[in-house]
């Protein structure tokens, strides 16, 4: 069974700082996503990483991805009070039909001026 | 640019009733996914669609049930409600499979 860790479930951190998002898989897969979602709202995605070594970049956000440790890492740079949100990463196992996502528990991120 | 379209975004019953949740997929998607999400929780996968046909299967009670129609919408159908059924319900559409997933608004469901 394909288990997805992230740490730390919940982060309180100052604009102007750096961190860091962890997202630990349990078995091979084909994709690894990273969501955001607001209070109530829907998950949007913000990245997509699909091979050993990937590094996406949007804004203060980059994501990364080491299929060999099955570690994703989400930095957030120069943190700003808009990004305060929940961050989801979730995995696509190895198979060949429309797999259902497996997701982490969630990184509560409340980012105060 | 079109989004996942949802409907209702909102819908109380009561312990026992029946619920039909609607799903319209982004044009030219053909692959639907339906999650469920507690208060608190991440989502959980339900079931999927590709191409009208049943894909995978993840937690959906047999309570539960869905189908996928020619127009590639997908209706979610769950019967004798139960107070944990209360949760946001997820429609998700992708351009195919191992595509991105992208999310509806979500229906909010709450079972008295």
């Known amino acids: 069974e394909l288990k997805v860790e992230q740490n730390p479930l919940f982060l309180s951190m100052q604009e102007g700082k750096n961190y860091t998002i962890y997202c630990n898989y349990s078995?091979?897969?084909?994709?690894l996503y990273w969501y955001r979602q607001d209070p109530g709202k829907s998950l949007e995605s913000l990245f997509v990483?699909?091979?050993?070594?990937a590094v996406k970049q949007e804004g203060r956000l980059m994501a990364s991805l080491d299929t060999k440790a099955r570690l994703s890492t989400l930095h957030i740079t120069a943190a700003v009070h808009d990004l305060s949100a929940t961050y989801f990463c979730?995995?696509?196992?190895?198979?060949?039909?429309?797999?259902?996502?497996?997701f982490g528990k969630g990184t509560h991120l409340i980012i105060q001026p | 640019a079109a989004g996942v379209i949802q409907s209702p975004r909102h819908l109380i019953k009561e312990k026992r009733e029946t619920a039909t949740l609607k799903c319209y997929p982004i044009?030219?998607?053909?692959?639907v996914y339906w999650y469920q999400q507690g208060p608190g929780q991440d989502p959980q996968f339900l079931i999927s669609?590709?191409?009208?046909?049943?894909?995978d299967k993840g937690s959906i009670p047999d309570r539960f049930s869905a189908q996928q129609f020619s127009d590639y919408h997908s209706e979610l159908n769950m019967s004798s409600l139960e107070l944990g059924d209360s949760a946001l319900y997820f429609c998700?559409?992708?351009?195919?499979?191992?595509?991105?997933?992208?999310f509806g608004p979500g229906t909010r469901l709450l079972v008295l």
């Open positions: 044009p030219r998607h053909d692959t």
């Open positions: 669609f590709y191409e009208k046909m049943q894909s």
């Open positions: 979730a995995v696509d196992i190895v198979g060949g039909g429309a797999d259902g996502l497996t």
């Open positions: 998700a559409s992708s351009p195919g499979l191992k595509e991105t997933q992208y």
């Open positions: 990483l699909l091979s050993n070594g």
């Open positions: 078995t091979t897969s084909d994709r």
